[in-house]
């Protein structure tokens, strides 16, 4: 029973389907041994010698549950297999035969009836089952006539073709789908094909690259609008930083503006000792514009650019006989006021030493705290140590911009010097 219902399903794999097979063979074969050699242990019939009579014993009972289970579990799949056929009407009959067998075995084992033949009764039962089944899976018996006109019916677009990729059956509707994806499945004989609608997720896919392209488009002109917003502020930024290096250099170009127009009325000498001061003052007044757009934009000054202004100064007054030598002693941070001041007080000492060949040595010193600056000049040339002990002026606490002191102290080291010190 389980093996023709299991045929019919189609639903087991061969070698799951094979296993349950030999599983079977061999617990029926088993059974059928008991039967065979009941004489020697009784477990299947025991005889009663008092009243000639006998009963079941145990392996009987397992013949009993066996038949039963196979007959349930059979009908259970026929009736599934069934309802989903078309003509479930023709059900009816098979099963009140299969209902009425499974009664008579009940009946027969619990001796109910022992005057019917039951062997007989079973033997026959069993064999119109099984041509029953087999015909209807053969075709034999037909179960569902019109599969064909169902089929050409359906509500989707399927066919049915051989292995030659020919047409075999067809379903009446068309395929009016702008989008689609075929999908095919191997049966026997062929394949069935059916097509899928992508209709409606190719028009989300459609807005979505819609969506997609106008957030595209307001994030270029959010783009534009913020580059356009920055030029702005950076003009803007631009125009009163100019603005703030004019107003603090405007006095010193007036005055060089008065210088330049002097020179005519000098001698070729003095023409050309003024024109080297006024090149120092115009390359001053570059590096202090220089430094103001760097406070104006970093918030401080570094040291090290600072030094880089001292470098091209030396640079530049060597050509005019001075020797000057930079020393730096720690790097730090300034403000503007405190640069200013030392880039003017280091391009006034180099004015006033030029036609003098003089030896100008220049100590810094940048920290959290202060900032140093210390000129060294020596007319006749002398070797020195330029680093100096440190000195109570020099460590002072924080003060503010406004208490900057210029001091001026002579002392004797290997010669007469003059020293200068700007201190913050």
Same mark, same amino acid.
Request: charged share 30%; aromatic share 12%; glycine share 2%.
């Given at each position: 029973?389980?093996?023709?219902?299991?045929?019919?399903?189609?639903?087991? +794999?061969?070698?799951?389907?094979?296993?349950?097979?030999?599983?079977?063979?061999?617990?029926?074969?088993?059974?059928?041994?008991?039967?065979?050699?009941?004489?020697?242990?009784?477990?299947?019939?025991?005889?009663?010698?008092?009243?000639?009579?006998?009963?079941?014993?145990?392996?009987?009972? *397992?013949?009993?549950?066996?038949?039963?289970?196979?007959?349930?579990?059979?009908?259970?799949?026929?009736?599934?297999?069934?309802?989903?056929?078309?003509?479930?009407?023709?059900?009816?009959?098979?099963?009140?035969?299969?209902?009425?067998?499974?009664?008579?075995?009940?009946?027969?084992?619990?001796?109910?009836?022992?005057?019917? *033949?039951?062997?007989?009764?079973?033997?026959?039962?069993?064999?119109?089952?099984? /041509?029953?089944?087999?015909?209807?899976?053969?075709?034999?018996?037909?179960?569902?006539?019109?599969? $064909?006109? /169902?089929?050409?019916?359906?509500?989707?677009?399927?066919?049915?073709?051989?292995?030659?990729?020919?047409?075999?059956?067809?379903?009446?509707?068309?395929?009016?789908?702008?989008?689609?994806?075929?999908?095919?499945?191997?049966?026997?004989?062929?394949?069935?094909?059916?097509?899928?609608?992508?209709?409606?997720?190719?028009?989300?896919?459609?807005?979505?690259?819609?969506?997609?392209?106008?957030?595209?488009?307001?994030?270029?002109?959010?783009?534009?609008?913020?580059?356009? +917003?920055?030029?702005?502020?950076?003009?803007?930024?631009?125009?009163?930083?100019?603005?703030?290096?004019?107003?603090?250099?405007?006095?010193?170009?007036?005055?060089?503006?008065?210088?330049?127009?002097?020179?005519?009325?000098?001698?070729?000498? +003095?023409?050309?000792?003024?024109?080297?001061?006024? *090149?120092?003052?115009?390359?001053?007044?570059?590096?202090?514009?220089?430094?103001?757009?760097?406070?104006?934009?970093?918030?401080?000054?570094?040291?090290?650019?600072?030094?880089?202004?001292?470098?091209?100064?030396?640079?530049?007054?060597?050509?005019?006989?001075?020797?000057?030598? /930079?020393?730096? &002693?720690?790097?730090? &941070?300034?403000?503007?006021?405190? *640069?200013?001041?030392?880039?003017?007080?280091?391009?006034?000492?180099?004015?006033?030493?030029?036609?003098?060949?003089?030896?100008?040595?220049?100590?810094?010193?940048?920290?959290?705290?202060?900032?140093?600056?210390?000129?060294?000049?020596?007319?006749?040339?002398?070797?020195? @140590?330029?680093?100096?002990?440190?000195? @109570?002026?020099?460590?002072?606490?924080?003060?503010?911009?406004?208490?900057?002191?210029?001091?001026?102290?002579?002392?004797?080291?290997?010669?007469?010097?003059? /020293?200068?010190?700007? $201190?913050?």
């Amino acid at each position: 029973f389980i093996w023709i219902s299991f045929t019919v399903e189609e639903s087991l +794999e061969e070698k799951k389907f094979s296993k349950f097979r030999k599983i079977s063979f061999v617990y029926s074969s088993a059974l059928l041994l008991f039967v065979l050699t009941n004489d020697l242990h009784n477990l299947v019939f025991k005889f009663h010698d008092n009243y000639d009579d006998y009963s079941f014993n145990y392996i009987m009972v *397992a013949i009993f549950l066996h038949y039963l289970f196979s007959i349930f579990l059979s009908f259970g799949i026929l009736i599934k297999k069934s309802i989903k056929m078309p003509k479930r009407k023709q059900l009816v009959i098979p099963s009140i035969l299969i209902l009425s067998l499974l009664i008579y075995i009940i009946i027969f084992n619990i001796y109910l009836n022992n005057k019917i *033949a039951v062997e007989l009764t079973k033997a026959v039962s069993i064999f119109v089952i099984l /041509i029953s089944l087999f015909s209807m899976r053969f075709g034999l018996i037909p179960i569902n006539r019109k599969h $064909i006109p /169902i089929f050409q019916k359906s509500t989707i677009s399927l066919e049915i073709r051989n292995n030659d990729d020919e047409i075999v059956l067809k379903s009446q509707r068309e395929k009016n789908y702008e989008k689609f994806i075929l999908k095919r499945k191997p049966i026997k004989g062929g394949y069935s094909i059916w097509y899928e609608d992508l209709t409606f997720l190719d028009s989300l896919f459609k807005k979505e690259e819609e969506l997609t392209k106008r957030l595209e488009e307001n994030i270029e002109i959010l783009t534009r609008r913020y580059e356009v +917003e920055k030029n702005l502020e950076t003009l803007s930024k631009k125009e009163e930083l100019q603005k703030t290096v004019e107003d603090t250099i405007q006095d010193d170009l007036v005055q060089l503006d008065k210088e330049i127009k002097l020179l005519d009325s000098l001698d070729s000498k +003095e023409r050309k000792e003024k024109l080297k001061i006024l *090149a120092l003052e115009f390359v001053r007044l570059k590096y202090i514009s220089n430094l103001l757009i760097l406070s104006l934009t970093d918030n401080k000054i570094k040291g090290e650019d600072l030094l880089i202004y001292f470098n091209s100064l030396c640079k530049i007054v060597k050509n005019v006989g001075i020797n000057c030598n /930079i020393y730096n &002693n720690k790097d730090g &941070n300034l403000t503007f006021v405190v *640069a200013n001041k030392m880039l003017d007080w280091f391009v006034e000492s180099l004015i006033n030493s030029i036609g003098t060949q003089k030896e100008i040595s220049c100590i810094t010193y940048f920290d959290e705290y202060q900032s140093t600056l210390m000129l060294y000049t020596d007319k006749e040339k002398i070797d020195f @140590n330029p680093f100096l002990p440190s000195s @109570n002026t020099i460590k002072k606490s924080r003060v503010s911009q406004d208490e900057i002191k210029v001091q001026e102290n002579e002392f004797l080291y290997k010669g007469t010097m003059k /020293i200068r010190q700007v $201190i913050l």
